[in-house]
């Protein structure tokens, strides 16, 4: 018999370990390009003052076409499935990598990260499945700082992954010294081996990531019968006790049809629930409009910081003296390092990163709230911009990268908690489960399109003030923008989820019917074609008689959904 010693909500982990390793391979692909990005413009015959122009424009020309597509992939997500919008994504993702590695000038860079972009509407849609796996409130802390641990991870190998194999042939002669493919392109190596982490995302997706659309669940998916063929010899002795438990439910299920109509009835109303159109007024709710502003302005102050900085970093250094120093405001220089030491860098702020968002993350939450933690997050922004460019006034080479190395763990210390923040947010301003979607398909474009003009801006805004004599010029404008960036989370009332807010307009009927489906026994060998063992009992329930249950116990509808997490509101019986 299943032991339930815990009654409470449980996160379901198995699924959500699935769609972290399908998730990994963006992040370690994309922080990659960070150390060798400002060497590869130059490589192309951009000179050195304009290379963070170009590289803000190169980093826009992602998001632009992400923002363009990301709302049409949402809908294919409400339409054919999570799963297979994200495996494209997967699939498109790593052939643009290989093209963008081996791009020999700027326009072939460029068009290689567009079609990148387009290809790839996995941010929201990822989002989407873990408000669908995790609907309770108590545990969304904990679910939704999963995906940013999983990119905080991501970033940790990265960027060494970019820094330690970009340029093989000067780095390690004595290897790749004689290679004549590493000479042509010699950016390629570390995306060859980011493609390697996308296959394996991508097969890990295919065989075992379970849908989490409410009218697909119950579809025949090929790869997850693949996978199972594939791993039945690694758990046949726990299938064999499974068996014996479930006996009873598998000889019901298989002789009368009356349980297969009513599956098909059951399955039609979701197909029917589905079906209805999602309209704008859905969408852009009062609460969630203002979560759409708070997340774009997030993106766009964050990510332009991303991705100025490896460019300041790799800038040359400049003693300063009487010629090109007049504080508080004019001064110039970077750092003057290498592909290498950028990738070190970012590494150690990847790790720090990690272990806030595993350590302290839900802890926070707990003692003050998510809204508190993100309104807390978005005052400290402008004083980390602000304070950035200063870092280069320190002569003492020591004293310098403690500066600098204090303010970027500060600054992966807010980031990392205000991305799950403002997600749990925009997930708890929505109106129903239905338009989940297309929601995080228009937040991705929002912030798409804070991501496209933050980093083109910056890196516009970085090549003037240079020019100029002015390095604080990018920054302070990040400042300026981050402290307009603190006014919209004060509008924010926190909602109660989409979970609540869909179930209170339904009927008690259509309740009893989506749970039926929705929650699932706690394993997934106990339940006949995806549907609730209870779920088949009860529609056998007039064709048996009172003998065949066992006398003196009355059978009561459990509440637990293994694949996808407990399922614990109000209308739950």
């Known amino acids: 018999m299943t032991s339930h010693k815990n009654d409470g909500p449980k996160l379901p982990v198995q699924q959500l370990a699935i769609l972290a390793i399908a998730r990994f391979a963006e992040p370690l692909a994309l922080t990659s390009v960070f150390p060798y990005l400002p060497e590869m413009i130059a490589s192309f015959g951009v000179e050195k003052n304009e290379v963070a122009r170009w590289a803000g424009l190169t980093g826009a020309i992602f998001s632009i076409s992400q923002s363009c597509t990301a709302v049409a992939w949402g809908r294919a997500s409400d339409k054919f499935g999570r799963k297979p919008i994200i495996l494209i994504g997967l699939l498109s993702t790593m052939i643009c990598f290989l093209v963008w590695g081996m791009s020999t000038s700027l326009p072939m860079a460029i068009t290689a990260r567009a079609i990148m972009g387009s290809g790839n509407g996995n941010v929201g849609i990822i989002r989407t499945m873990v408000a669908e796996m995790v609907p309770e409130r108590v545990l969304q802390p904990k679910a939704f700082s999963l995906m940013p641990l999983v990119w905080s991870i991501g970033s940790v190998f990265g960027p060494a992954f970019g820094g330690f194999f970009a340029q093989p042939a000067k780095q390690f002669p004595n290897v790749f010294g004689n290679i004549e493919f590493f000479k042509t392109y010699p950016f390629a190596l570390p995306n060859i081996m980011a493609c390697c982490v996308f ?19 119950n579809k025949r998916d090929w790869g997850l019968e693949l996978g199972e063929k594939l791993t039945r010899p690694f758990h046949r002795s726990k299938r064999t006790k499974n068996l014996r438990r479930r006996s009873f439910v598998d000889s019901e299920a298989s002789a009368p049809l009356l349980a297969q109509s009513a599956m098909s009835s ?95 993350f839900p802890k926070l939450c707990a003692m003050f709230g998510v809204l508190g933690i993100y309104r807390f997050a978005t005052v400290v922004f402008p004083i980390i911009y602000f304070l950035t460019p200063y870092t280069v006034l320190v002569q003492d080479t020591t004293a310098r990268y403690i500066f600098f190395l204090t303010i970027m763990l500060v600054k992966g210390f807010v980031v990392i908690v205000a991305f799950p923040c403002t997600t749990i947010l925009l997930t708890n301003s929505a109106t129903s489960l239905r338009i989940l979607g297309t929601l995080n398909g228009v937040a991705t474009t929002f912030s798409g399109l804070g991501r496209a003009a933050g980093p083109a801006a910056a890196g516009a805004v970085f090549s003037w003030g240079v020019q100029r004599g002015y390095v604080i010029a990018a920054w302070w404008f990040l400042g300026l923008i981050a402290l307009m960036g603190t006014i919209p989370p004060w509008f924010i009332i926190e909602g109660d989820g989409p979970t609540a807010s869909s179930t209170a307009t339904s009927t008690s009927t259509s309740d009893g019917e989506e749970e039926s489906l929705l929650q699932r026994d706690d394993d997934d060998d106990s339940s006949v074609d995806g549907y609730d063992e209870v779920a088949v009992l009860e529609a056998l329930e007039g064709e048996e008689s009172e003998s065949e249950t066992e006398p003196g116990k009355e059978r009561k509808k459990r509440t637990t959904n293994g694949s996808y997490g407990t399922m614990n509101n109000g209308t739950a019986s």
């Open 199 to 217: 296959f394996i995302s991508f097969m890990t997706g295919l065989l075992f990531l379970k849908e989490t659309l409410e009218s697909k669940r």
């Open 266 to 360: 059951s399955s039609s109303h979701l197909e029917s629930k589905h079906s209805d159109p999602v309209s704008m007024k859905d969408i852009f709710a009062p609460q969630t409009s203002i979560n759409l502003i708070c997340y774009t302005f997030l993106a766009l102050h964050s990510v332009a910081y991303d991705q100025v900085l490896p460019v300041f970093l790799n800038y040359p250094r400049v003693i300063p003296d009487e010629h090109n120093t007049s504080l508080p405001f004019k001064f110039t220089g970077g750092f003057g390092l290498s592909s290498d030491k950028i990738g070190t860098i970012y590494t150690v702020y990847g790790i720090s990163c990690g272990v806030i968002q595993f350590f302290l």
